[in-house]
């Protein structure tokens, strides 16, 4: 089931070797001054979070359809209309501090910026949502490999045949991300995930990627293909790629995202939306 796909083909590059010492402030300055690769692997430790921005008309339904379909979409922030700031990262503007972006206009993608100052207005409502890169800081601490990181790829994504949800006119499928996992790490990386529901919490499913209508792992719909070990067990985590599904599906007037494995840095700690007292 294809997605919308980028407005232009671009290797894919880890950022910088030394990017998972930055701090997410200092990324955000890297970002804002035009580095626009994958964020997967940076600042190590602090959250990061995907981006939708509707007009304020579409808010109420965007927060429906995020409380109606929480593992893809698991809200850490909603913001004023008009508001280019979040209590997630002090001093940040929404509008410059991602490394991409895409504008939607009736559902279709039209532009993919690295700034947005130019479309912003100020009736629009920003939603910043859990991001599956933050616990992967957790599942390497456990023994589990990450291969896209290993291969400076982008995570694979895909469109899934499994609807979401409907909430008023704004309907849409799941996207999910996908992780090689070896058989031995796979209940560390369910356990370990599990943990942080915040940030998507556990896999929605391993194995046949054809239960969720996924026909060919080697063409993601978006990010890179990425090459499994052998033994390796396809991994599938829900995705906050999933409201540019609804956008695409639904066609509002008009939409910000990031782009998709570009995600925004928070100042907030991993730890933070970690389960306590459980082990």
Known sequence: MAGPGPVEDRPVVVVDEHAHAWSPAAARDRFRAGLAGPTAGVS??????????????????????CQRNPKPCPVLDVTDAGAWTTVLADGADLRTDLPRYRVW??????????????????????????????????LARAGVPIRHVEQGRNVPMYVTGRECRAAGRLR?????????????????????SSMMPAVHGGPVHCGDPS?????????????????LAEGDIPVFWACGVTPQAAVAASGPPFAITHAPGRMFLTDARDEQYRLSGID
Request: net charge negative; proline share 11%; glycine share 6%.
């Open 44 to 65: 190590a430790g602090h959250t990061q979070a995907n981006l939708i921005t509707v007009p304020a008309d579409w808010a109420y339904e965007m927060l429906l359809f």
């Open 172 to 192: 849409g499928p799941m996207v999910v991300s996908m992780r090689p996992v070896p058989p031995e790490a796979l209940p560390a990386a369910i356990r370990e």
């Open 211 to 227: 239960v969720l209508g996924i026909e060919d792992l080697d063409r993601p719909d978006f990010g890179d293909p990425v090459s």
């Open 105 to 138: 206009q009736d559902g279709k993608l039209v532009e993919e910026p690295t700034d947005v100052r130019a479309h912003w207005r100020p009736d629009l409502v920003s939603f910043l949502l859990g991001c599956s890169f933050t616990f992967e800081w957790a």
